[in-house]
């Protein structure tokens, strides 16, 4: 399924948009920088809040969890101390995953939601640019699989997830740093590198990987980078927002 963006989803919030790929698709929303209460005002920075709401019911531990994840990302993405004793308040609304379960909102097959990550982080990333809120840098986030035959596997088909060996979600900024992985299963040392440069090169435009790996090989690597997407998203937004200069001339 074709990776797609939107930004500006919504009109109440500072900042939108809705990210999709794969069967996922999260809309995200920033609002801020908000007034703080005290008990949470942070004197040299603005504090993040970051909330995730599953597809149904209420978030619960594994949503916590994320929660933590994306704030120490988001942390290093915005310019905190550009605002000061703010707030800066980020919702992420889960709107439908791969064969989804109607009573949890979650896949009835797959034991780890991990694959969820890089969603939410590329959706936060782009309704953050999407505000008038600095930024440190732009990062993208992809997940990708090992399967049994050692083989690199993009996308997160349940099938795939099923048998898989080790499963994996990292966030790179646009510049080439690592700000994010997670992973589970059993995997070596090279292996992991693989992944990493897989991970790299999808996420940015620079990067290539070389081909003809000799342990691990790459599946349903079609895909442009992500750097691609929101390069391109930004560009119309901001060619939209400029539209009206034209149309008066």
């Known amino acids: 399924m074709a990776t797609t963006a939107q930004l500006g989803s919504l009109r109440g919030a500072d900042g939108s948009a809705v990210f999709s790929s794969d069967g996922i698709s999260v809309l995200a929303s920033v609002s801020g920088p908000l007034e703080v209460q005290?008990?949470?005002e942070i004197p040299d920075e603005a504090a993040i809040e970051v909330n995730i709401r599953p597809v149904a019911g209420v978030g619960a531990v594994r949503e916590r969890h994320f929660e933590s994840i994306l704030h120490k990302v988001l942390h290093q993405v915005i310019k905190v101390g550009m605002h000061p004793r703010t707030l800066i308040q980020v919702t992420l609304q889960v709107t439908a995953v791969p064969d989804e379960d109607a009573t949890t909102g979650r896949?009835?097959?797959?034991?780890s939601i991990l694959y969820l990550l890089p969603p939410l982080l590329n959706a936060a990333m782009l309704a953050l640019l999407s505000t008038s809120i600095p930024?440190?840098?732009?990062?993208?986030?992809?997940?990708?699989t090992v399967d049994s035959g050692g083989s690199v596997v993009a996308g997160t088909p349940l099938r795939i997830l099923e048998n898989a060996s080790s499963i994996h979600a990292l966030a790179f900024s646009l510049q080439g740093g690592l700000l994010m992985v997670e992973s589970e299963g059993s995997f070596d040392l090279k292996t992991w590198e693989t992944v990493a440069e897989i991970a790299e090169s999808k996420c940015r435009d620079s990067t290539t990987i070389e081909?003809?790996?000799?342990?691990?090989?790459?599946k349903g690597d079609d895909k442009a980078p992500l750097e691609t997407l929101i390069r391109g998203k930004v560009e119309e937004k901001f060619s939209d927002a400029e539209q009206w200069r034209h149309d008066i001339k």
Request: charged residues 25%; glycine residues 4%.
């Open 38 to 40: 005290r008990r949470d």
């Open 211 to 218: 081909a003809g790996q000799e342990d691990v090989e790459m």
């Open 135 to 144: 930024l440190a840098m732009t990062m993208a986030s992809v997940f990708l």
């Open 107 to 111: 896949p009835s097959q797959a034991a």
